[in-house]
């Protein structure tokens, strides 16, 4: 199976702040990569799909780039409903994983 | 309204079963694959299962092979989940989730509010 590690696990940050998210895969996965938002109790979200393409209503302060095995999810100027669990997952195999989570919290 | 809705979570001891369903409504369920995704907080998003839209292709993660099943009904546009030999393990919130676009290999762009699986003595 392929590995998805993010780091780091846990990010303190206050509001305005730009903040960056990685997600390393332990194979090359291509471009095969999605970003979800996680927040207890709801439904996860999807972000970002094939590492960079933002999906349609997501802010545009959320960006994603990289392939191969190194991804980052940055937030610009982070905002209060931003607080919340990312997680990346690649969707190269057929058997899907998750990285660990990264959760951000207030600062 | 386009959604995705679970049932049949709850409390079960170590070594029962349970069937959990998925009720999908305002799209066209037989095109698209589906997934079970269960989160606990100790180790975040875990992916369960996958099954195409009509069902032929089906993909286990190992943590659950030989233990659940997943199926579906396009007809009542339903997916499920039936778990045997549950174990404390198995304790999360379950997921379902669509596959955007056509295919199996694509990201998950719809997800269920989640059913909660209680698996204790």
């Known amino acids: 199976d392929i590995q998805m590690t993010q780091s780091p696990s846990t990010l303190s940050a206050t509001v305005g702040d730009r903040v960056t998210i990685t997600c390393r895969a332990s194979r090359s996965i291509s471009s095969w990569l999605a970003w979800y938002q996680y927040k207890p109790g709801k439904a996860p979200k999807l972000l970002i799909s094939e590492a960079s393409n933002l999906e349609t209503g997501v802010p545009s302060r959320f960006s994603g780039s990289g392939s191969g095995t190194e991804f980052t999810l940055t937030i610009n100027s982070l905002q209060p409903d931003d607080f919340a669990t990312y997680f990346c997952q690649q969707y190269d195999s057929y058997f899907r994983t998750f990285g660990q989570g990264t959760k951000v919290e207030i600062k | 309204e386009v959604q995705l809705v679970e049932s049949g979570g709850g409390l079960v001891k170590p070594g029962g079963s349970l069937r959990l369903s998925c009720s999908a409504s305002?799209?066209?369920?037989?095109?698209?694959?589906m997934n079970w995704v269960r989160h606990t907080p100790g180790k975040g998003l875990e992916w369960v299962s996958s099954?195409?839209?009509?069902?032929?292709?089906?993909y286990y993660a190992d943590s659950v092979k030989s233990r659940f099943t997943i199926s579906r009904d396009n007809a009542k546009n339903s997916l499920y989940l039936q778990m045997n030999s549950l174990t404390v393990a198995d304790t999360a919130v379950y997921y379902c989730?669509?596959?955007?676009?056509?295919?199996?290999?694509?990201?998950?762009?719809?997800w269920g509010q989640g059913t909660m699986v209680n698996v204790s003595s």
């Open positions: 099954i195409s839209n009509s069902g032929s292709y089906i």
């Open positions: 989730a669509r596959v955007r676009e056509a295919g199996l290999l694509n990201s998950f762009d719809m």
């Open positions: 305002g799209f066209y369920f037989g095109a698209y694959s």
